[in-house]
């Protein structure tokens, strides 16, 4: 009886916790979306559509893509680094990997603004990258990272990279070693078992890590601010300008919810994705 009386109360709690803190902000941010403009109260009635059909016009269009080009690259760049990185991890004694995984998560220990701020002395024209690189003669001019593509990629993959590299971990720490065995067996060299068997089989971590990438960096504005400057915009920038800068909080909500309905597609492809996968495992 305590116990369920305890699981009871645990769940009242988490249900109080959700409805308070994440459905009805949703909703408050949902209804405000389609309110008008209001100088003196932020927003007012009559309900319209127009904070909606603004999305489609060319300037937003053009940052909803730049955002999803930068996004991409980092969660490129995370995957071309984190999949060799999360395989090497699982080749290491047992007893070490829990020492590893603990520095993968270190980071989270720090805020990740203070994190950025870190990058950008390292990255800046008198920052350590530019001495170490004039020190040992690679460069003769210190290099402009800063207010850069290159500069924002980097600080998302930064920060985010973590969030790739544990998914992948957890999946290729339960791959089964007789089906590599197999296809050895049947003449499969190395790059054949990679493409053939390591990748399908590792494939839900790679999408499960993508998309824990991909949608966490279109809503960095912080990081593009810092290390992008004012040329670089992501749509997490043009949501916090609405909101604390031009003072549209009908336009900044409806940003939010087509930015949150996107994540949710993306979410419905890899549901998607994943349940194929497994379908065609379970045929093969």
Request: net charge positive; glycine share 6%.
């Amino acid at each position: 009886m305590k116990n369920s009386a305890f699981q009871k109360s645990t769940v009242a709690v988490i249900f109080a916790w959700l409805l308070f803190f994440v459905l009805a902000p949703n909703l408050l941010v949902l209804t405000v979306s389609f309110l008008t403009r209001d100088g003196s109260n932020f927003y007012a009635l009559p309900f319209t559509l127009e904070n909606y059909t603004r999305l489609f016009e060319p300037l937003y269009a053009q940052v909803v893509w730049n955002s999803l080009y930068m996004s991409g690259l980092a969660t490129i760049v995370c995957l071309i680094v984190g999949y060799p990185f999360a395989f090497l991890l699982t080749k290491i004694k047992a007893k070490y990997r829990p020492f590893l995984l603990f520095l993968v998560v270190l980071p989270f220990w720090t805020n990740s603004l203070i994190r950025i701020y870190g990058m950008k002395i390292f990255l800046g024209v008198k920052g350590i990258l530019n001495n170490a690189l004039l020190s040992i003669g690679l460069i003769d001019a210190p290099i402009r990272i800063l207010n850069t593509e290159v500069a924002v990629v980097i600080g998302l993959v930064y920060l985010l990279l973590p969030f790739m590299i544990l998914p992948l971990y957890a999946t290729i720490e339960k791959l089964d070693h007789r089906l590599l065995e197999a296809a050895k067996d049947l003449g499969a060299n190395a790059f054949q078992r990679f493409v053939k068997v390591i990748i399908p089989l590792t494939m839900p971590g790679i999408i499960a890590g993508c998309l824990l990438v991909l949608l966490p960096a279109m809503g960095m504005f912080y990081v593009a601010d810092l290390l992008g400057g004012a040329k670089v915009l992501l749509v997490g920038n043009v949501i916090k300008s609405e909101f604390l800068i031009s003072r549209n909080w009908p336009f900044g909500s409806a940003i939010s919810i087509g930015l949150t309905i996107l994540m949710a597609l993306l979410l419905f492809v890899y549901y998607k994705a994943s349940k194929l996968m497994n379908k065609k495992m379970e045929l093969e």
